[in-house]
């Protein structure tokens, strides 16, 4: 029977192939596996491995956009201001760490107050003028 390890060990020696002749024996064994195993199976583990890397995509994508500004910004004072959370909390959705087994990430309505959060401070310092 087919477990999720075992394809996650597979995409991991997928990814790592430096020569043609190993990724040809890879995909040999991933042939096999789909003409062998149940292939509902295979295909709710490799559903799951899709959303796992979107969700990866999704934490770097929010990274990267941010990546210019983190130096500028008090991410303790928006996390506190905008989301009523800690600063630990807004770091784990930036960085998409692993929070109770699961990459934390934003949710749709959380990263409107984040784009709030930025654009309310940009009008707030594109209206300071010191005299």
Not at 2 to 25: F, G, P, S
């Amino acid at each position: 029977m087919i477990t999720k390890e075992y394809m996650d060990n597979l995409r991991e020696r997928y990814l790592k192939a430096e020569t043609d002749e190993e990724l040809d024996r890879i995909r040999e064994e991933i042939h096999k596996i789909c003409s062998t195993e149940d292939v509902n199976a295979v295909a709710g583990i490799a559903l799951e491995q899709i959303r796992e890397t979107n969700a990866e995509c999704d934490s770097i994508l929010v990274r990267q956009q941010l990546e210019s500004v983190l130096p500028f910004i008090s991410l303790a004072s928006i996390a506190k201001t905008y989301f009523n959370k800690s600063r630990q909390w807004l770091y784990q959705r930036i960085n998409g760490l692993v929070v109770n087994g699961k990459p934390a990430k934003f949710t749709p309505e959380e990263l409107d107050t984040l784009n709030f959060a930025l654009q309310d401070m940009g009008n707030k310092l594109i209206k300071t003028h010191i005299s």
